[in-house]
């Protein structure tokens, strides 16, 4: 009666230490688990601003620059574009941009702009243009690229090499089987852009001369230009207020706000400048 007594007092130990083994194994597991957990959970919690912020760092230059600008403060234009000069920091001839923010709904499309512009002195910018139709003469004359089939091969292939596409109506259906390329960059014909036409050589004429394609994006903002750095403030101005007493011409009716809530004037690559807007009236 002894022995079997022994067998099952070993084997209760046995079974005890296996117990505490797993009890343990479990204990070890459970908290990786929760270190893991709150590992995650603070990855989580970091946005991805904060992220971005961390691996951001002005140069010293550029944080001397952003000194000079009053955050909370809203510059007359002089003010402003003087601002903007002073703080370009590019080696390059920079563009003076503008950012406007809308008081529309940008999910209405009858509350969406778009429109072209033309700057009374000129954008400072250097326009690649393609052009599908018009007469190929004057249009290479006036140093544009003219559309081919073969142009139309190199679009689906990726081979984009243009800042605007103009195309006469004819041409229309045979650039629909691009639109999916060129769409979602910005450069399909359309005939609110003035990019659809049965005159592609006076588009090409008024590119050159200064004309802007202004839209509104989702935020809903528009991004555009008014020139270059080294253009005199007074041209500047005059093509800010252009562009400003053109986007106000296009308010959608029904629409009780101001259609301008807040605009920011910046040079490529430079700190933003708030602007009053009752300044420009």
């Given amino acids: ?24 194994k479990l204990e070890i597991s459970t908290e990786g ?23 951001v760092s002005h140069s010293a230059r550029y944080k001397s620059l952003l000194s000079l600008i ?8 002089s003010q402003a574009l003087d601002l903007v000069k002073k703080t370009t920091s590019t080696k390059f001839d920079s563009s003076v941009e503008v950012h406007i923010n809308l008081n529309i709904d940008p999910t209405k499309s009858e509350q969406l702009i778009r429109k072209t512009i033309n700057l009374p002195n000129g954008s400072g910018k250097t326009i690649r243009v393609l052009v599908f139709g018009g007469n190929l003469k004057e249009l290479k004359n006036l140093g544009a690229d003219i559309g081919t ?6 679009i689906e292939n990726g081979k984009i090499n243009t800042d605007k596409i103009i195309a006469t109506p004819d041409w229309m259906p045979k650039l629909a089987k691009v639109a999916k390329i ?38 809903p903002v528009i991004h555009t230009i008014v020139g270059k750095a080294t253009l005199t403030e007074d041209k500047l101005e005059e093509n800010l207020r252009t562009l400003i007493s053109e986007i106000q011409r296009s ?10 809530r807040s605009v920011y004037l910046s040079s490529t690559m430079g700190p933003s400048v708030k602007l009053d807007i009752s300044s420009l009236s």
């Avoid at 009053?70 to 234009?77: G, H, L």
């Fill in 1 to 24: 009666m002894g022995r079997p007594r022994i067998k099952v007092i070993d084997t209760a130990i046995e079974l005890e230490k296996i117990e505490k083994k797993v009890e343990k």
């Fill in 33 to 55: 688990e929760e270190k893991i957990s709150k590992q995650a959970g603070a990855v989580k919690k970091t946005t991805p601003k904060e992220r971005f912020q961390k691996k």
């Fill in 70 to 77: 009053d955050k909370n403060k809203e510059y007359p234009i």
């Fill in 149 to 154: 089939e073969s142009s139309l091969e190199q």
């Fill in 182 to 219: 060129l769409g979602p960059k910005g450069l399909m014909p359309n005939p609110k852009s003035g990019t659809v036409t049965e005159n592609p050589e006076k588009i090409v004429k008024d590119l050159q001369g200064g004309m802007i394609e202004v839209k509104t994006e989702k935020a």
């Fill in 251 to 260: 308010k959608p009716e029904g629409l009780k706000k101001p259609l301008i």
